[in-house]
C-alpha cells in the first residue's frame, strides 16, 4: 500500500508547477490522468536538447512527470468537454494552471464542476492569483524571481535567479500540501473545496528573514551574494584544490571553529566575540579567513571542522553529487524502464516506514494511456474509441 492508494487525480497541467504538483501527489501513489490537447503537447516535451534516449521527449519533461497516466483530450468541443466530465465524476483531485478565466469560459471552473462532484478537490495554481490588478497575466518563473523581490537580495554585482525554476518548484510544494490538507477536510466533512495558490504568492511568503528584516526596520537588504545578512562566518571558500561551505550559528560552534583554525584568542577578541562584532568587522575577518583556507584541501578542512561539530561541506557540481555516497544510500538516484530504455532519474525525497512511496510508472509517452482510459476506465467501445479518434477529439 502506497500512502494515496484509490485517489485519482485529473492532471490539466503543463509546463513545470502543475506537473511537478501531480508528479508529487502520483509519487506517493495517486492514479494521475494526465491531459494534454491531442495537436498541442504540453511544452516541456520538446524543451531540449538533450531528449532521453534519442526520443521525442526532453530530460525536462522527464523530470516533472513520473508516476502519471498520458491521455489526449481536446474538451473545448462539447464531445471532448462531456468526456473530460466523466472523468471529474471519479475523480477526487483536479489541478489546472491555465490563465485565470480561461476554464470559466469553458463552464469547468470550480462553481460549476462542484455540481458534477462535491466531494472534488479543485486546485487552481495561477501566477499572481483570481483577484487583484495581475490576476488576467500570464506566469512565469523567472518573471515572479524579479517581481517577487528574489532576484533583488540574490546575486552579488547584479540581481541573479535561481539556476531551477525555484517558484515553479515550491509553488507546487505549497499546491501539494494545500491539496493534502483539503483531502484530510474531506475525510472529516465528505465535501471538496476549491484551492488556491499562485506563483507571486508563493514566493513573496518564502521571503522568510530578509522578509522579516526588511519589514521591521524598514532597511532595504543588500545583494550579498553567497554571504549571510545575520551571521559571519557562513558562507564559501577557497581551499587549496576547490570549494567549500561552512556555517557558524552561534558562540558554542565560534568557539570550536576559533580552535579549529588554531586562533584561541579570536574567541574573545573585541572584533569578534560575538555574531554582532562578526558582522561589524565582517571583512577583516574573511580576509584572514581566506588566506587560511587556501593552505589545506577541501577534504582536511572537512576532517578538521567535522571533528569539531561545524557544520561543513563541499561545493559539488552535478558529477560528484550523484556518486557521493550518502545519495547513493538514500536511493536519490534510480534507473527505471521506459519504452525508449533505461532512463535515470532523481529518487524520492520521502520516506515512509509502512505506506512506502514509489515510482511505479515512467514518464509517459505521448497519448500512451489514452484507449486505455476510454474504453477501460470510461467503458467506451471500439467503434467509438475510433470514432473519437478520427474526429481528432483524442
Known sequence: MVPLEGIRVIDLSRVVSGPYCTMMLGDLGAEIIKIEHPELKDETRSWGPPFVNDGEDSAYYFSMNRNKKSMTLDFKTQEGKNILIQLIEQADILVENFRVGTLKKLGLHYEEVKKINPQLIYCSISGYGSTGPYADRGGYDVIIQGLGGLMSINGKDEPMKVGVPIVDITTAMMATQSIL??????????????????????????????????????????????????????????????????????????????????????????????????????????????????????????????????????????????????????????????????????????????????????????????????????????????????????
Open 181 to 394: 490538507a483539503a483531502l484530510f477536510v474531506r475525510a472529516r466533512t465528505g465535501k471538496g473545496q476549491l484551492v488556491e495558490t499562485s506563483l507571486l504568492e508563493t514566493q513573496v511568503s518564502w521571503l522568510a528573514n530578509v522578509g522579516s528584516n526588511y519589514l521591521n526596520s524598514g532597511n532595504l537588504p543588500t545583494k550579498m551574494g553567497n554571504s549571510h545578512p545575520n551571521i559571519v562566518p557562513y558562507q564559501p571558500y577557497n581551499a587549496k584544490d576547490g570549494q567549500f561551505i561552512i556555517t557558524v550559528t552561534n558562540d558554542k560552534l565560534w568557539k570550536n571553529f576559533c580552535h579549529g583554525i588554531n586562533k584561541d584568542d579570536f574567541f574573545d577578541d573585541p572584533k569578534y566575540k560575538t555574531n554582532a562584532l562578526r558582522l561589524k568587522n565582517r571583512d577583516e575577518l574573511n580576509r584572514y579567513l581566506e588566506d587560511l583556507f587556501i593552505t589545506k584541501t577541501v577534504d582536511e578542512w572537512i576532517n578538521i571542522f567535522q571533528i569539531l561539530e561545524i557544520p561543513i561541506g563541499p561545493i559539488n557540481n552535478l558529477e560528484q553529487v550523484f556518486n557521493d555516497p550518502q545519495v547513493l544510500d538514500r536511493e536519490m538516484l534510480v534507473e527505471i524502464e521506459h519504452p525508449t530504455g533505461k532512463i535515470k532519474m532523481t529518487g524520492l525525497p520521502v520516506k515512509f516506514s509502512d505506506t512506502k512511496a514509489s515510482i511505479r510508472l515512467a514518464p509517459p509517452l505521448f497519448s500512451q494511456h489514452t484507449k486505455d482510459i476510454i474504453c477501460q476506465l470510461l467503458k467506451y467501445s471500439e467503434s467509438e474509441y475510433q470514432s473519437l479518434k478520427s474526429k481528432k477529439i483524442i
